[in-house]
Antibody
Framework: QVALKESGPVLVKPSETLTLTCAVS??????????VAWIRQPPGEALEWLAH???????SYNTYLRSRLTVSKDTSNNLVVLTLTNMDPADTATYYC??????????????WGQGVLVTVSS | DIQMTQSPSSLSASVGDRVTITCRAS??????LNWYQQKPGKAPQPLIY???GLQSGVPSRFSGSGSGTDFTLTISSLQPDDFATYYC????????FGPGTKVDIK
């Protein structure tokens, strides 16, 4: 059974760097066309895609957050890592990782982690 | 940058109703449109991929249609488990979600 699980701090201070880890089970990050994305959702608001990374190491970032985001993978441990620098209270959100599946030639998020709520406060 | 809109932003409906949610892209995205259902406190779950493909395990009362800029998610007969928020998402150019449509009980 495919599973993804996010881990990281639940509280960060303004200006600090957030580092989140997504552990993937039952799928290898080295599989062809395997991709994992990060998506966040502020309380009561809509979903916002942040970034994704493929097994080829190809990466894509949200245009508006690109300068603050880094996504990487640790294939040997089947982990995907997201860093977001210079955290602000507006970054308070539930952060999800999700697998990028492909059907009919289109990518979509077919498996999701449970999410981790990160609060930014001094 | 492709913008996504959804209408309505919320709706009230009764069990058994036919419900239609519309998603519009600011430019053509072919069939690169997916739909998700999210319940409070839970991660979103996929319903429809590539505009009209039904995700495995999703009841057949859910259907999707459209191409280009205009897309529709239809629930043919609303069930108690369907009260949730629905998001469209384009994957044509990077990724962008719509603002969501909340479906609640009338």
């Amino acid at each position: 059974q495919v599973a993804l699980k996010e881990s990281g701090p639940v509280l960060v201070k303004p200006s600090e760097t957030l580092t989140l880890t997504c552990a993937v089970s039952a799928l290898s990050l080295s599989n062809a066309r395997m991709g994992v994305a990060w998506i966040r959702q502020p309380p009561g608001e809509a979903l916002e895609w942040l970034a994704h990374i493929f097994s080829t190491d190809a990466k894509s970032y949200n245009t508006y957050l690109r300068s603050r985001l880094t996504v990487s993978k640790d294939t040997s441990n089947n982990l995907v890592v997201l860093t977001l620098t210079n955290m602000d209270p507006a970054d308070t959100a539930t952060y999800y990782c999700a697998r990028l599946g492909q059907r009919l030639g289109q990518y979509y998020f077919d498996f999701w982690g449970q999410g981790v709520l990160v609060t930014v406060s001094s | 940058d492709i913008q996504m809109t959804q209408s309505p932003s919320s709706l009230s409906a009764s069990v058994g109703d036919r419900v239609t949610i519309t998603c519009r892209a600011s430019q053509s995205i072919s069939n690169s449109l997916n739909w998700y259902q999210q319940k409070p406190g839970k991660a979103p779950q996929p319903l429809i991929y590539a505009a009209s493909g039904l995700q495995s395990g999703v009841p057949s009362r859910f259907s999707g249609s459209g191409s280009g800029t205009d897309f529709t998610l239809t629930i043919s007969s609303l069930q108690p488990d369907d009260f949730a928020t629905y998001y469209c998402q384009q994957s044509y150019s990077d990724v962008r979600f719509g603002p969501g449509t909340k479906v609640d009980i009338k």
